[in-house]
């Protein structure tokens, strides 16, 4: 998910008890805790450890932060679309956009008893 903003995993981040976007197993932010052995899948693995599903915002730009690339033809594809995606470096069109998404910072997470 090369185009994910940091917008998005702050507001994951301020969920203590887990979190992930609906529709989307990943990116999470995931507690400690004893896990059952029969947790195979993503999902499971959420209702497992009680993470909280969020909406996420129905905009194109956060369809595309959504977007997984695996291949080499899905990397040339994106920098077409995206040529600020060459360089981590460089902001993005879509991070920029998304900067604001999260107008506070997440809070100071402390370990879990």
Do not use: C
Request: aromatic residues 6%; charged residues 10%.
């Amino acid at each position: 998910m090369p185009l994910l903003p940091v917008a998005l995993l702050q507001e994951l981040l301020r969920h203590p008890e887990g979190a992930f976007f609906s529709g989307h197993p990943l990116p999470a932010y995931l507690r400690s805790g004893p896990l059952p052995q029969s947790v195979d899948r993503v999902y499971a693995l959420h209702r497992a450890l009680g993470s909280r599903e969020l909406p996420l915002p129905a905009t194109t730009v956060i369809t595309a932060a959504m977007s997984n690339i695996n291949t080499p033809q899905e990397w040339a594809a994106l920098r077409t679309l995206n040529p600020s995606a060459q360089s981590a470096a460089q902001p993005t069109r879509l991070n920029q956009e998304n900067a604001s998404w999260a107008a506070t910072p997440p809070p100071n997470l402390s370990p879990l008893p």
